[in-house]
């Protein structure tokens, strides 16, 4: 079946401008990861969703970050007031929640550039 | 706290063995989970170890080692197009959620 997607691929904002970006997880998966990646640098965690629920926001880097996930499915990552620190690869990852085994499928990206 | 280490980069030869370490300090271990990510693209999952041992999978093995918090990637005839970042990663169990915390890479330059 279909993958991981993200929309848009890229994104190019003035900072102030508010952003979403979205994901849209492989069917059935009921895990829902968001990351951060800045250029030539590791995954940056932000956030887990364990179906509509958000058991873990610690990786949130302040309250312009919020996110949401609704019908067990697809994930929405909103950006307030952007600053040129946000621009980044923001990636989402989907898996089946089982846990200990657990494999991890990323989208293709969304590259957030704020000028 | 939980931290990883591998090294930044690591430079082969097309054709030759190499081998990138990870270690690991971190509470609630399960596992240690190997990801591939060429530039401009998306991780992609290559191993997972929850017991010691050597783990293979075609030219790609893993190895964990839970008593000395440590593991390793091992790949073998060396294609350039094997040229990516490798990123490790530990499972692990946090305020009652598996979670993966990640390492900061390790790029792999492949030389002809």
Known sequence: GAGVS???????????????????PISGHTALYWYRQSLGQGLE????????????????????????????S???????????????????????????????????????TVL | GQSLEQPSEVTAVEGAIVQINCTYQTSGFYGLSWYQQ??????????????????????????LSRSDSYGYLLLQELQMKDSASYFCAVRALRDSNYQLIWGAGTKLIIKP
């Open chain 2, 38 to 63: 060429h530039d401009g693209g998306a991780p992609t999952f290559l191993s997972y170890n929850a017991l010691d041992g050597l783990e293979e999978t075609g030219r790609f093995s893993s190895f």
């Open chain 1, 6 to 24: 993200q929309s848009p691929s890229n994104k190019v904002t003035e900072k102030g401008k508010d952003v979403e970006l979205r994901c849209d």
């Open chain 1, 74 to 112: 697809v994930s929405t990552l909103t950006i307030q007031r952007t600053q040129q620190e946000d621009s980044a690869v923001y990636l989402c990852a989907s898996s089946l929640g089982r846990g200990r085994t657990d494999t991890q499928y990323f989208g293709p990206g969304t590259r957030l």
């Open chain 1, 45 to 72: 965690f932000l956030i887990y969703f364990q179906g509509n629920s958000a058991p873990d926001k610690s990786g949130l880097p302040s309250d312009r970050f919020s996110a949401e996930r609704t019908g067990g």
